[in-house]
């Protein structure tokens, strides 16, 4: 039964993930398909742009949002990968542990980021 | 998963040796690679965008760490690695959920399998990520 809710979660992390990184990709790296998406005269690395975006509550959103679907659907797979390797009992708590704390430390350094990256933009009037 | 009644005995080196289960193996061979390498791309790009967190100072030194044509080749990599991961994975759920795969039979012989249902998803999903791929490619490369 826990291991359905896990996989579960799996399947719809990997949707969340599927929508978001598609159109983190498009703003970030695609000119063309995300133009439309994009900040006018700026490229989307620029400090303007990346300042803008922090300041907008849809971004910090979904930045969260991918941050922990992506942790969640990655660290799990990976996990999937290491149990069929037929680990015994006392590596299988390891691999649990080890991967839960790696990504709970990973989400909460990146949201602190996301969070923290308005301050940063509107102290130096980015 | 783990299953005591069929242990992986071949372990990693199972994902290159297709043997009778075909074209498939090899795509679930490479869902996983390219799984592990968005994985690794992702902890990494969590770390060097971190810098935007302390300023235009960081951000544009961050920046110039991960600049210049390697970088852009590597990110167009992650790119297609994507594309393939999003696609399959599509694949991977609708299958799981038993769509694609047919109304079960009478195993009459000779015996058919769902293999045949679902060959026609698997070479469509080759396509659209190699369509999405050169899509990427254009825009990635060309559009600087």
Known sequence: MRERTLWTLH??????????LALHMAIMHLDLTGGPFGVAGAKAVDWASVAERAREAFFTV???ALLGAALYHGLFGFRNILLELNPGAAARRAIDVGLSAIGLLLFLFGAWVTLAAPGAASAVGG | ????????RLGILGWVGGGSWGFERYMFALHRVTGLGLLAYFLLHIFVTSARALGPGAWDGAMAL?????????EYLVFAAFAFHAVNGVRLALIEHGFVVGRPIEPVYPYATSVGRQRPLAVAVMVLAAAITVWGGVDFLTVR
């Open chain 2, 66 to 74: 991960v600049s210049g044509p390697l970088f852009t080749v590597g």
């Open chain 1, 62 to 64: 979904t930045y969260v």
């Open chain 2, 1 to 8: 998963m783990r299953s005591s009644a069929h242990p992986n």
């Open chain 1, 11 to 20: 399947l719809g992390a990997g949707g969340l993930v599927l929508v978001f």
